[in-house]
């Protein structure tokens, strides 16, 4: 991304916490990796999404569809079935490098890795996860 981009970026992702980039992926890209997330639902590489833990107690975990009917898996993206996911993450690193290096987005400074990538599948059927709040702590 341009300079100015990287700046725009920037500042969204401190006033928002998030940012949208248009055509981050081109078309033909998104339809590859759209293809590779089908075949990689369609091999039975992902699972359904399960819910974990809230009020009921930790380390508890259920499969509920009414609240959540997407499929998952987590990813480095390096795995043989991969490509465009790969592209994608390699892009994404890069993005994130940059607006620390630059100082497009001081608080991008403080990260120093990525977990892997989690990606999710909506089958259809009125496959849904409705709102929600993640909470990483051990609360």
Same mark, same amino acid.
């Given at each position: 991304?341009?300079?100015?981009?990287?700046? !725009?970026?920037?500042?969204?992702? @401190?006033?928002? /916490? #998030?940012?949208?980039? +248009?055509?981050?992926? $081109?078309?033909?890209? *998104? =339809?590859?990796?759209?293809? @590779?997330?089908?075949?990689?639902? @369609? =091999?039975?590489?992902?699972?359904? $999404?399960?819910?974990? $833990? $809230?009020?009921?107690?930790?380390?508890?975990? #259920?499969? /509920? +569809?009414?609240?959540?009917? %997407? /499929?998952? =898996?987590?990813?480095?993206? +390096? @795995?043989?079935?991969?490509?465009?996911?790969?592209?994608?993450?390699?892009?994404?690193?890069?993005?994130?490098?940059?607006?620390?290096?630059?100082?497009?987005?001081?608080?991008?400074?403080?990260?120093?890795?990525?977990?892997? !990538?989690?990606?999710?599948?909506?089958?259809? +059927?009125?496959?849904?996860?409705?709102? /929600? *709040?993640?909470?990483?702590? %051990?609360?």
């Amino acid at each position: 991304l341009s300079d100015q981009s990287q700046a !725009a970026v920037g500042q969204l992702l @401190e006033k928002r /916490h #998030y940012a949208i980039i +248009d055509n981050f992926l $081109g078309k033909g890209e *998104c =339809a590859t990796l759209a293809a @590779e997330v089908a075949a990689a639902h @369609e =091999a039975g590489i992902l699972r359904p $999404g399960a819910l974990a $833990g $809230g009020r009921n107690g930790s380390n508890l975990t #259920y499969l /509920h +569809d009414s609240v959540r009917g %997407d /499929h998952v =898996a987590w990813f480095s993206g +390096d @795995e043989p079935q991969w490509t465009m996911l790969n592209t994608y993450l390699t892009r994404v690193d890069t993005l994130v490098a940059q607006l620390g290096e630059n100082g497009h987005a001081p608080g991008v400074r403080r990260i120093g890795g990525r977990s892997r !990538a989690m990606v999710a599948c909506y089958p259809g +059927d009125g496959a849904r996860y409705v709102r /929600h *709040c993640d909470n990483a702590c %051990d609360s």
